[in-house]
């Protein structure tokens, strides 16, 4: 049986950044919304969802946004406790909020922690002011380093975000945020290359040549050497961009995702996992609430998953973990694999042994080039 | 001013005394559409409510690019002096390529109105359709258009015309199909000067097809004009080229909508639909007559236009193969030019070698079949025949580069055009630097007037199909204008370069050309190569060659990252649905060796450097 987990969405920025595509809203975007009713609307849904699935015990709960930390912190832990009380928790549970660095302070922390929260995540993205401008952050980048050291003396594990191929970016710059976030000894650290979002201000910006497109080779470099670099400090990768120091330090809840357990994720354009079937919320809050108040769940793009679609997803989600793919799955979904899969081991870029042991692994090559490797072995 | 003709005159039993048959030729855009518009509001037969601009353009792509492609005859009541006669008149195309739908309709005329655009003059299609009318001893009205233009010079013009057909300036008739000045006065010409049909009423009936086209719901519509005796429907009647019977199910007349008639008599032009499904039933040029009454000899048929420029198309989808052989054997019916055999391409799998009679022709017979029949397809870069000589003495065709033999080549002959050009006096030495670059000689140059000056040149036909005509106007801000009729082969210093990807050659992008511009084509070739074919997991060396001479190279680096590398949280669908994506751009994707080419790629480099038509065809 597949764990339970829960994501909650709180979809509020004070800015949006200019790379963002994130279902979030600016209080102008809010239409009228007001962020002091989320919280009722929360309940509301955390009530059907109940109607819905039962009780089951959480194994983790993730605030994630937009900026969860924009509510002020007892809201996130009377959200945290209405949860609990619904549907349990389990023994040992993690529950993490992410956190804008520049929305927290000592006293919220403290407010957190003891509500339940045990972890939470950064979003630093780089330590340089030109780069952290070009992506048109607002933080003060010292505030992360300080807010690490406050939330690692309360207890919290601790993780940061980071962005590596912001237009302008240098190797040089890129390794100065790297030591930077080293040197705030977080347990976990996630590196995003940046994606270039369709619609959006960044998006523009390239189009109309205000701006470089990333270069996709020095985004290569970049990640090669932040892996040597972190294997050096005793991280580990377990999924294509996430590192930890030991297993425990993975994020459980994204493993979750990964491994397809169930999860129900509350709040506007949040995405929920249960019992094979996958749906969305709407995305603008006022729809959302709109539809609670009239006692339906705010649901939409329903998918009941083919049999083929769930191989296809535990294909593409296995194939970025660490842990990696097992071959039975690719057999399954591509009955010739036994070619590309020797190919791809003949070009390094998946793992020879674990091969031979029935697992697809990716090599650093291969983490890089890893869509084309799914699709090399799936015979796409 | 002639009164509209109150009654008209009944099809099948008109008088040939009281018919004119003419058509209207002209220089591209001199008007040729919208003096007819006017015609058809001041007969009554298009009333005002349904006019609209260039109403017989009526194919989607006529309006869109707002030229006449193909030829519409019609038939419009008019009144002189207390007679009413009958009109038919044909609009014709003004584009070089399609002189041939001029040509098949000035063998259905008496007379032809040659219009002139007031503001713009005497243009160097004015001299080639001015030539075939003569050449088919129509009688010609010369006409000055425009005249509402500020810019417009009748006077001046009508000298010049005064000049080229004889007669006094006077005689020129200046109207506006824009105001719609002078027209009624130039149908009353049309009457007085056009001579009528004479035909035999009572000998076997013989009737010349000049159009032909498929209509969906109406199957073959074939256009004829009566020569001699009588068709009525219900008779069984024969094509005298293929002996074939139908029976005429039903016959009418264009005005400009389809009306059902009891017959066509001498002099008459109209339609047949005999419920034939098969194009190649009713050709153009043949002969129709009647099983009871067969005629002896057939009239003297068009000489069917010979292909010019040669492409490879090809279905987008492999699957398509069979719809395309549909649709070039429908289109084919309705356009005698197209000629086209099966073919195959290492790079683009199954499809058809195409004839044509220039780029135009192509372009728009491509944009037919994607329309007219839904099918996506990619087309090949133009080509001329090759007639090339082996040392051997073997002597080969190419219509298509990539068969150019590898042995040791005696002699390539190519085809060379007599090209017309017109343009005021000023752009003389920007036109002879452009046909010098093109591997012209001059054969003279002639004044036309004080200022217009006409050059002729001989040049390689492949040497102007492609963008001659686009530097051309640009060269001489558009005050330049092209005819060329083809004038034979010349040997010419040819040789083929091939484009390679990782040491394969890829069919498609073979080229013929002249050993001095061998070296430019495989430096621009490999150039848009590197750019429009993604990164590959390995190294793609892209190379030009001539014969086992590489001449020009490129290469495509390594593809080092392909992976969304970004927190989607548990937006899981979002990431399955950029696989599912990918799955579709694979089925675009072509192999070529080891390297996958998305079709994209192929047509953009095919697209002869006309990026915006590529992105259109993209999307
Ligand atoms: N001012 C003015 N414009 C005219 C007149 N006649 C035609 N035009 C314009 O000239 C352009 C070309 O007109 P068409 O009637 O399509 O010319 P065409 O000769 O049929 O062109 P093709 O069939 O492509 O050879 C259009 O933009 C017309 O609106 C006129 O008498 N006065
Ligand atoms: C859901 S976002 C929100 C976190 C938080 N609001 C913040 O920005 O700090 C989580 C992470 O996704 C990453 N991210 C957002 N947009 C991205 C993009 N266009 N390309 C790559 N990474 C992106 C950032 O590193 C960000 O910290
Ligand atoms: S703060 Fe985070 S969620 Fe908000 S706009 Fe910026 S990146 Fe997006
Ligand atoms: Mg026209």
Redesign the pocket.
Known sequence: MATFHAYVHVPFCRVRCGYCDFNTYTATELNGYPQTAFLSHLRTEIALSLEQVGRRELKTVFFGGGTPTLLPASELVEALSVLVDSFGLAAGAEITTEANPDTVDEKYLRELRQGGFNRISFGMQSAVPEVLATLERTHDPDSVARNVFLAKNQGFKTSVDLIYGAPGETMDQWKLSVEVALAMEPDHISAYALIVEPGTKLARQISAGEKPLPDEDLQADKYEWLESRLEREGFHWYELSNWSKIAEGNSGHNMAYWRGQDWWGFGPGANSHVAGRRWSNVKHPSNYAQLLVDGSIPSVDIELLTETQQLEERAMLGLRLREGLDLDVVKKLNPQCARPVSEMVAEQLIDGRAALQGRVVLTLRGRLLADLVLRKILGL | MSPRAKNRLEPAKTNPEFIRNFCII?H???????LADRMLQLTGIVDDRSMR??YLDRMDIERER???IKSQAVRMPWELEGQTYALNMIDT???VDFTYEVSRSLAACEGAVLLVDAAQGIEAQTLANLYLAMENDLEIIPVL??I??PAAQPEKYAEELANLIGGDPEDCLRV???TGIGVDALLDKIIRTVPNPIGDPNAPARAMIFDSVYDSYRGVVTYVRMIDGHLAPRERIQMMSTRAVHEALEIGVSSPEPEVTKGLGVGEVGYLITGVKDVRQSKVGDTVTTVANPAKEALKGYSEPLPMVFSGIYPIDGSDYPNLRDALDKLKLSDAALVYEPETSVALGFGFRCGFLGLLHLEIVTERLEREFGLDLIATAPSVVYEVTMDDGREITVTNPSEFPTGKVKKVLEPMVRATILAPKDYVGVIMELCQGRRGTMIDMQYLGEDRVQLRYTLPLAEIVFDFFDHLKSKTQGYGSLDYEEVGLAEGDLVKVDILLQGDQVDAFSAIVHRDKAYAYGVLMTGKLRELIPRQQFEVPIQAAVGARIIARESIRAMRKDVLAKCYGGDISRKRKLLEKQKEGKKRMKMVGRVEVPQEAFIAALSNGDEKKADKKIR
């Open positions: 002209a591209i855009d001199h008007g040729k559409s919208t601009a260039q707002g030229i006449t195309p003004g584009h258009n425009k509402d233009l506006s199909g824009k």
